[in-house]
């Protein structure tokens, strides 16, 4: 190992790795259930058994039975009031006074008894995840597991149309979502790039919109695109989506068919462009994004074709819920066309939000005319929402709150905690994905009912959802690779009490579902245990981090100082200190002296405000918000936007930094980042200037140039100057103009180090 050189910028590391736990004893439940007991002994599931359920039952016996045969290789009888050995299947409601729940007892004889039909696959769940194969049989430890929902909607979404997942992906899908007791999947069906629901009325949905000339290569905000130049589509018939449908009924999931509108469209007016404002043509988007051409929203013919879709949904679909997107849809078009405008006139709408608003209602007129209910993403809350309408809150939690304060249902989706498409590491080989940073814990530590909302309207809020949305999702293994286990843990925050909740016991736990989850033929990511680093304390020109594994039994060992950690490497418990000029902290994990895993890399830039005093006004709070400090920490942000480095603010801004002591400045910088295509503008403009008394302040330098589809690292040499106080003002660029993702918006003003040299 190098000899480490102690420099004048220290930097402390503190590590942790979580060896001392001690081993529980209980079951590898996934949830958590409400309540468990076990005792000593096994009941045993052999030749011997019988299931005992009544002939109303008979599908739940089924379905039990189809799980045991995986594993004993042979069904068991279904005989009703058996004096054999059983598992005896009842529904009780006075017992079992919870939608959902069930009771189970194993002490010799099993005995499932639920509130509901739904509640007995759940209990028949737990015990699939009880037992355990022995000689000639399964063993069930003896138990009392009394156990019911928190949230009585827990749902998954997927989306086909980026890309397209057959129907076997789709069965393991469900098996997935039965095996940790979600109760509905949300089927993302239409879309840009391509439209996936087979409807008889209009076959060019089949023959031109489920098909896209090609796709394109890498992430959308590499410019210019790339495009691997083959033909991609598909689409589930109806004898596929029926097929579906009684696999999901089979497991009491429901089905929610989305079919997007007014936005998000291309694909259908591929093919039939008359119900595009400008009639095309048109083609299935072949890249990411959000785009212009939406259906209009003047042309009756619009809802004719969109009521005859809605019809043929409602006759595959038994639920009560059909999903009408109403996301992302620009009004460039509609200001334009003259059908639209003229709508706006006849109907008396002030503007095009209230025609989205129309559009939505008047679609959602129609389901409820026909008994249906409604659901749209937030974005239904805007120009008025129809009423009975449910919202899924994806931009935060505000679409809930202001949904549930209106007499609305909200489920949570919000896209920082709930979106499986973004990064789950933040190593730089994770393969390419949509962007952000939701790590396991995130997901599962992340309270889902907002502080925000009062008490007696939580009742609105029915639950929560995992989003898989498929832009950088090209097989059913990056699929599983991204969802899994990160829709584990959300299906523990659906359905288990909070109070239960508990993230050390949760990994134990999860640990142990790699065999059950292979039965299902999905693989798990394990990077939830790579090393991760938080800050918390930054001194005057050093830095102070943490390094975390949740890995047990594993050591960090790391390097300052540009070599690769090996075996002799040192490893980090408790406070470390380190060479700390700029360099890169390297760590890796050692287990029984072997390296496991990928290498952390963590860069550092020390400067003269590195640790330094700082004042921000403006700062914001939450996901993007301060502490100050973190412009100043010596660390800048990722393009995983959230791993916690990066300060947006929505705001002018004014920063005042105290260097503690004159000194002499011939550098001034900035780290931004341009992400346009994620609503994340760069300033408009970084003012610096300087003051030796912190009242009277000169100005040095501007930065106003931020090319960069990305971080920027903006730098200005200036002629040297002494100074003990730095101000910066930022000027925060408003709203997100037309044409832009996030158009009419705020643009969130994206930075994360101020470099003083
Ligand atoms: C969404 O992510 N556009 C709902
Ligand atoms: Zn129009």
Same mark, same amino acid.
């Given at each position: 190992?190098?000899?480490?050189?102690?420099?004048?910028?220290?930097?402390?590391?503190?590590?942790?790795?979580?060896?001392?736990?001690?081993?529980?004893?209980?079951?590898?439940?996934?949830?958590?259930?409400?309540?468990?007991?076990?005792?000593?002994?096994?009941? /045993?599931?052999?030749?011997?058994?019988?299931?005992?359920?009544?002939?109303?039952?008979?599908?739940?016996?089924?379905?039990?039975?189809?799980?045991?045969?995986?594993?004993?290789?042979?069904?068991?009888? /279904?005989?009703?009031?058996?004096?054999?050995?059983?598992?005896?299947?009842?529904?009780?409601?006075?017992?079992?006074?919870?939608?959902?729940? @069930?009771?189970?007892?194993?002490?010799? &004889?099993?005995?499932?008894?639920?509130?509901?039909?739904?509640?007995?696959?759940?209990?028949?769940?737990?015990?699939?995840?009880?037992?355990?194969?022995?000689?000639?049989?399964?063993?069930?430890?003896?138990?009392?597991?009394?156990?019911?929902?928190?949230?009585?909607?827990?749902?998954?979404?997927?989306?086909?149309?980026?890309?397209?997942?057959?129907?076997?992906?789709?069965?393991?899908?469900?098996?997935?979502?039965? *095996?940790?007791?979600?109760?509905?999947?949300?089927?993302?069906?239409?879309?840009?790039?391509?439209?996936?629901?087979?409807?008889?009325?209009?076959?060019?949905?089949?023959?031109?919109?489920?098909?896209?000339?090609?796709?394109?290569?890498?992430?959308?905000?590499?410019?210019?695109?790339?495009?691997?130049?083959?033909?991609?589509?598909?689409?589930?018939?109806?004898?596929?989506?029926?097929?579906?449908?009684?696999?999901?009924?089979?497991?009491?999931?429901?089905?929610?068919?989305?079919?997007?509108?007014?936005?998000?469209?291309?694909?259908?007016?591929?093919?039939?462009?008359?119900?595009?404002?400008?009639?095309?043509?048109?083609?299935?988007?072949?890249?990411?994004?959000?785009?212009?051409?939406?259906?209009?929203?003047?042309?009756?013919?619009?809802?004719?074709?969109?009521?005859?879709?809605?019809?043929?949904?409602?006759?595959?679909?038994?639920?009560?819920?059909?999903?009408?997107?109403?996301?992302?849809?620009?009004?460039?078009?509609?200001?334009?066309?003259?059908?639209?405008?003229?709508?706006?006139?006849?109907?008396?709408?002030?503007?095009?939000?209230?025609?989205?608003?129309?559009?939505?209602?008047?679609?959602?007129?129609?389901?409820?005319?026909?008994?249906?209910? /409604?659901?749209?993403?937030?974005?239904?809350?805007?120009?008025?929402?129809?009423?009975?309408?449910?919202?899924?809150?994806?931009?935060?939690?505000?679409?809930?709150?202001?949904?549930?304060?209106?007499?609305?249902?909200?489920?949570?989706?919000?896209?920082?905690?709930?979106?499986?498409?973004?990064?789950?590491? *933040?190593?730089?080989?994770?393969?390419?994905?949509?962007?952000?940073?939701?790590?396991?814990?995130?997901?599962?530590?992340?309270?889902?009912?907002?502080?925000?909302?009062?008490?007696?309207?939580?009742?609105?809020?029915?639950?929560?959802?995992?989003?898989?949305?498929?832009?950088?999702?090209?097989?059913?293994?990056?699929?599983?690779?991204?969802?899994?286990?990160?829709?584990?843990?959300?299906?523990?925050?659906?359905?288990?009490?909070?109070?239960?909740?508990?993230?050390?016991?949760?990994?134990?736990?999860?640990?142990?579902?790699?065999?059950?989850?292979?039965?299902?033929?999905?693989?798990?990511?394990?990077?939830?245990?790579?090393?991760?680093?938080?800050?918390?304390?930054? *001194?005057?020109?050093?830095?102070?981090?943490?390094?975390?594994?949740?890995?047990?039994?594993?050591?960090?060992?790391?390097?300052?100082?540009?070599?690769?950690?090996?075996?002799?490497?040192?490893?980090?418990?408790?406070?470390?200190?380190?060479?700390?000029?700029?360099?890169?902290?390297?760590?890796?994990?050692?287990?029984?002296?072997?390296?496991?895993?990928?290498?952390?890399?963590?860069?550092?830039?020390?400067?003269?405000?590195?640790?330094?005093?700082?004042?921000?006004?403006?700062?914001?709070?939450?996901?993007?918000?301060?502490?100050?400090?973190?412009?100043?920490?010596?660390?800048?942000?990722?393009?995983?936007? &959230?791993?916690?480095?990066?300060?947006?603010?929505? &705001?002018?801004?004014?920063?005042?930094?105290?260097?503690?002591?004159?000194?002499?400045?011939?550098?001034?910088?900035?780290?931004?980042?341009?992400?346009?295509?994620?609503?994340?503008?760069?300033?408009?403009?970084?003012?610096?200037?300087?003051?030796?008394?912190?009242?009277? @302040?000169?100005?040095?330098?501007?930065?106003?140039?931020?090319? /960069?589809?990305?971080?920027?690292?903006?730098?200005?040499?200036?002629?040297?100057?002494?100074?003990?106080?730095?101000?910066?003002?930022?000027?925060?660029?408003?709203?997100?103009?037309?044409?832009?993702?996030?158009?009419?918006?705020?643009?969130?003003?994206?930075?994360?180090?101020?470099?003083?040299?």
């Amino acid at each position: 190992m190098k000899k480490l050189i102690v420099l004048p910028f220290l930097m402390a590391t503190i590590c942790q790795a979580y060896a001392q736990q001690q081993e529980p004893v209980q079951p590898a439940l996934i949830p958590v259930p409400v309540k468990a007991q076990y005792g000593q002994g096994y009941s /045993v599931i052999s030749k011997q058994t019988a299931i005992d359920a009544p002939g109303e039952l008979k599908y739940e016996a089924a379905f039990l039975n189809g799980l045991a045969r995986q594993y004993l290789g042979y069904a068991l009888p /279904v005989i009703a009031h058996t004096n054999r050995y059983s598992i005896k299947l009842s529904i009780d409601t006075l017992l079992v006074r919870e939608p959902e729940g @069930y009771l189970l007892e194993s002490n010799g &004889n099993i005995r499932i008894t639920a509130h509901d039909r739904p509640g007995l696959v759940h209990g028949i769940q737990t015990l699939r995840q009880l037992w355990a194969v022995q000689k000639g049989g399964l063993r069930v430890p003896f138990a009392t597991i009394v156990d019911h929902p928190r949230f009585p909607y827990r749902g998954m979404h997927l989306d086909v149309s980026r890309h397209f997942f057959p129907v076997p992906f789709i069965k393991q899908y469900l098996d997935l979502l039965s *095996l940790y007791k979600f109760n509905t999947f949300h089927w993302h069906l239409t879309d840009d790039q391509g439209w996936r629901i087979e409807i008889k009325k209009y076959p060019k949905l089949q023959s031109i919109a489920a098909w896209r000339e090609e796709t394109m290569i890498g992430h959308k905000k590499e410019l210019p695109h790339r495009f691997d130049g083959k033909r991609y589509g598909g689409y589930y018939t109806q004898e596929q989506v029926k097929e579906v449908l009684q696999y999901a009924a089979e497991r009491h999931i429901t089905v929610i068919p989305e079919i997007e509108m007014p936005g998000h469209a291309q694909a259908a007016l591929s093919a039939y462009p008359e119900l595009g404002c400008t009639s095309g043509p048109y083609k299935a988007a072949t890249f990411w994004g959000v785009f212009d051409d939406v259906f209009c929203a003047g042309k009756d013919s619009t809802f004719t074709f969109l009521q005859d879709v809605l019809d043929e949904v409602i006759a595959l679909f038994p639920s009560q819920f059909i999903h009408i997107g109403g996301d992302e849809c620009p009004k460039t078009r509609w200001r334009a066309c003259p059908h639209c405008q003229q709508r706006i006139q006849t109907e008396k709408l002030s503007n095009e939000e209230e025609l989205q608003s129309y559009f939505m209602q008047r679609v959602t007129k129609y389901l409820q005319a026909k008994g249906k209910s /409604v659901i749209g993403w937030d974005e239904i809350l805007e120009g008025g929402l129809a009423k009975g309408a449910t919202v899924m809150s994806w931009r935060g939690t505000g679409g809930a709150v202001e949904a549930a304060r209106m007499g609305h249902d909200a489920i949570m989706t919000t896209e920082d905690d709930y979106y499986f498409d973004h990064y789950q590491s *933040l190593y730089p080989s994770e393969p390419v994905a949509a962007g952000g940073y939701t790590p396991l814990k995130e997901v599962y530590t992340y309270q889902p009912l907002p502080d925000s909302i009062e008490p007696s309207l939580l009742p609105h809020i029915k639950g929560i959802q995992g989003q898989l949305w498929s832009e950088y999702l090209p097989t059913n293994e990056q699929a599983a690779y991204m969802l899994l286990p990160r829709a584990i843990a959300l299906a523990e925050v659906a359905w288990s009490p909070a109070a239960n909740l508990n993230y050390d016991g949760f990994l134990y736990r999860l640990r142990k579902q790699s065999p059950i989850l292979k039965r299902i033929g999905l693989a798990m990511a394990s990077n939830f245990d790579e090393i991760t680093y938080t800050t918390d304390k930054v *001194l005057r020109g050093s830095l102070s981090f943490h390094l975390h594994s949740s890995l047990r039994e594993a050591v960090i060992r790391y390097t300052s100082d540009g070599s690769l950690p090996d075996k002799s490497s040192r490893v980090c418990s408790g406070l470390v200190q380190t060479g700390g000029r700029n360099g890169v902290l390297r760590a890796r994990l050692f287990r029984n002296g072997m390296p496991m895993g990928r290498m952390f890399e963590l860069p550092y830039y020390i400067n003269k405000a590195t640790g330094a005093d700082i004042t921000v006004t403006n700062l914001p709070s939450g996901k993007y918000g301060g502490p100050a400090l973190k412009l100043v920490n010596g660390l800048s942000g990722s393009h995983r936007f &959230n791993d916690s480095q990066w300060v947006g603010f929505t &705001n002018n801004f004014e920063a005042v930094i105290d260097l503690g002591s004159e000194q002499t400045l011939t550098r001034v910088g900035a780290n931004l980042l341009n992400y346009a295509w994620q609503r994340m503008w760069p300033t408009v403009a970084l003012e610096f200037y300087i003051s030796d008394n912190g009242t009277n @302040y000169t100005k040095i330098a501007t930065l106003d140039n931020f090319p /960069v589809n990305g971080i920027n690292q903006a730098r200005k040499t200036v002629p040297a100057v002494k100074a003990r106080y730095v101000k910066i003002t930022g000027l925060h660029p408003g709203t997100i103009p037309a044409g832009k993702y996030g158009a009419g918006s705020t643009a969130t003003m994206m930075i994360s180090e101020f470099i003083l040299e």
